[in-house]
């Protein structure tokens, strides 16, 4: 056997054999980077804040405004930059709070295990059968208008996915024998779950939660698009494009830009994922 | 096999209840008071308290249930507060729309998927594969709305070739409903004109619903094609030297299908919940766009029974998908 390589270093020397997981990690870095200080490297700042200039309106892209200018004459560039905030930040929120709560009862009905488990689960079935975008719209609108209330709306229809996947796991982990040494060495059974069996599966949730990141922006997305969520002067790409769905096809640049946001934001997210499946879970090979 | 099939049509019962009671459970617990919207801004609260005295809303909440529970057994979905109709009737004219959404693109997709993942697993490496996988990463990360815009923009607005969007001209006289689908409504007319129209406008939409079943299918077709090719038998019928064709369709595809008919039933319920973007887009009047209008005026009883109408496809789709994977593998018959 080879000299033992650090665990990080063996895995990013997984990850990076595969070009797309790469490709997929700097395109995310850049919008993280525009998530980020979007506002402040925008060209035109002033937009961003809700500045008219009906004077410019519909330019087509230019030097001076590379994506064009929208039907208030305000630079589509940079309201794609400052969209990438709460695109991003939400569907990371969404994944966040979804596996928590996934967890939370996953964990619980697995290790627990009779009628809890019973209960818990034929509750998350029936959560998966249930429409989650509609679910998702329904209790947005009915929570108001807002990002906090947007992100409790999709996390609803979110946890019943890991849910399924942590009990699952804690299933398989709850004989195994570590945790059976650390039950001989009288561990108490919250030791046991939550030193010697949660960070065993973290990994699983992990690949799960990079998985689904760019399944998530995509309905955070859509909710915008319908007219459900985040609510305009803020800058959202789903609602940037249901605006601008009405200047087609004339002044096309207004809907195709905030579009291929979405589109570049879903692919890393996507190859991202994969890529860290590969290397999280190198049992799991294509 | 029939005692197989009994089990699980007893099995839907408690599912069927249960679904029920999620989907009430959440109208209930949701902020905002249907009755108050309702009555409007001017009701005094003598008018809110009888409109909600005459929608049984004052009732106990598990009165109300039951009530509810009845309803639904006998075809009573509740009425739209705000339109004043049956949730039932708008749903059997809603529903064959959104399901035609549903079937055409799913048959688009077997049709293409099977084959091209067959295709990408036998030329596995090469640009087959690489062709079929690209489609699948696009097909996943493009937005159903923007590509439903984008096939707006170039197929409809700049080379004028197929319908903007609707499910039938306006002014023409659609063919009488009949089973509520155009496509087959125009069939049964015998109507040549109605059903080329019907299809003109279902081509955009149902080519943007496909993308994502197509790339699940297509992907799936792979892998388990990749695994069948890998058996014993397989190996078996090549080195008695049977054409490579014959072992091909013979003996290897039949065997992939049956997983990939897992995936296909599971699937309809996922499609079905996710026509609401592609209605918007192409303004197809389905459940989605009913919902839809539903939600944002706050009118609680047709979001709840198109979430359960969804709901129970979902679950009356896993049953057959089931039944027929027992069906086909007596194994999966036994529990």
């Given at each position: 056997m080879a000299a033992p390589v650090p665990g990080w270093r063996r895995m990013w020397g997984r990850f990076r054999r595969s070009t797309p997981a790469v490709i997929g990690l700097a395109i995310a870095l850049v919008l993280l980077f525009v998530a980020l200080f979007g506002r402040v490297i925008a060209p035109y700042p002033g937009d961003i804040a809700g500045s008219v200039a009906t004077?410019?309106?519909?330019?087509?892209?230019?030097?001076?405004h590379w994506f064009g200018t929208n039907e208030l004459g305000q630079d589509v560039f940079s309201l794609v930059l400052a969209g990438a905030r709460v695109s991003l930040l939400s569907g990371l929120a969404v994944v966040v709070l979804g596996s928590l709560v996934g967890t939370l009862v996953g964990a619980i009905a697995g290790f627990i295990g009779g009628l809890v488990d019973e209960v818990l689960m034929r509750v998350t079935d029936l959560m998966l059968t249930l429409p989650s975008l509609i679910l998702a719209m329904a209790v947005a609108a009915a929570l108001g208008p807002g990002i906090g209330n947007m992100i409790i709306a999709i996390s609803v229809s979110w946890w019943p996915g890991f849910a399924r996947l942590v009990r699952g796991e804690v299933l398989a982990r709850r004989e195994a024998q570590f945790v059976e040494a650390a039950r001989a060495v009288g561990a108490g059974p919250m030791r046991v779950l939550l030193a010697h069996i949660l960070p065993n599966i973290m990994s699983a949730v992990m690949v799960k939660m990079s998985l689904d990141m760019g399944f998530a922006i995509l309905t955070v997305a859509s909710l915008g698009f319908v007219g459900i969520g985040v609510s305009p002067p803020t800058p959202e790409w789903g609602a940037q494009l249901a605006v601008s769905r009405?200047?087609?096809?004339?002044?096309?640049w207004t809907a195709i830009f905030p579009g291929l946001a979405i589109v570049l934001a879903v692919l890393a997210c996507n190859l991202l994922g994969d890529g860290l499946r590969d290397m999280l879970d190198p049992r799991a090979q294509r | 096999m029939l005692r197989f099939t009994l089990r699980r049509l007893v099995l839907l019962v408690p599912v069927l209840l249960g679904l029920s009671l999620i989907v009430f459970g959440i109208a209930r617990l949701l902020p905002g008071d249907p009755v108050t919207l309702a009555a409007?801004?001017?009701?005094t609260r003598a008018e809110i308290a009888s409109l909600s005295h005459e929608l049984g809303m004052d009732r106990p909440l598990p009165e109300q249930y039951f009530t509810y529970l009845r309803g639904l057994v006998v075809g009573?979905?509740?009425?739209?507060?705000?339109?004043?109709?049956p949730v039932w009737q708008d749903l059997r004219v809603y529903l064959p729309a959104t399901l035609e959404l549903v079937v055409a693109p799913m048959g688009l997709a077997i049709v293409i998927g099977i084959p091209a993942g067959l295709l990408a697993a036998v030329g596995r490496d090469r640009w087959p594969d690489h062709l079929t996988r690209s489609v699948s990463l696009g097909a996943i990360s493009v937005p159903r709305f923007f590509l439903g815009l984008l096939f707006q923009l170039v197929?409809?607005?700049?080379?004028?070739?197929?319908?903007?969007?609707?499910?039938?001209?306006?002014?023409e006289d659609p063919p009488s409903?009949?089973?509520?689908f155009l496509v087959i409504d125009s069939l049964i007319a015998r109507d040549g004109t109605a059903l080329l129209l019907s299809l003109q406008h279902l081509a955009l939409p149902a080519i943007t619903m496909c993308l994502s079943p197509l790339a699940t299918i297509m992907r799936m077709m792979r892998a388990s094609t990749l695994e069948v090719l890998q058996q014993d038998y397989v190996k078996t019928a090549r080195a008695l030297g049977l054409k490579p064709g014959l072992i091909l369709f013979k003996y290897v595809l039949k065997n992939a299908l049956s997983s990939s008919l897992t995936v296909i039933g599971l699937y309809v319920g996922w499609l079905l919940g996710g026509t609401v973007l592609v209605e918007t887009v192409f303004d197809w009047p389905g459940i989605g766009l009913y919902a839809t209008k539903a939600i944002l005026t706050q009118d609680f009883m047709p979001v709840m029974g198109v979430t359960l109408a969804i709901g129970v496809i979902f679950v009356l789709s896993n049953l057959v998908t089931d039944l027929l994977y027992g069906w086909i593998n007596p194994m999966a018959r036994v529990e």
């Open positions: 004077a410019v309106r519909f330019r087509p892209p230019s030097m001076v009405g200047f087609l096809p004339d002044d096309w | 409007g801004p001017q009701a009573d979905w509740g009425q739209s507060i705000l339109t004043r109709r197929f409809a607005m700049w080379l004028g070739w197929l319908p903007l969007g609707g499910r039938f001209p306006i002014i409903f009949v089973t509520g």
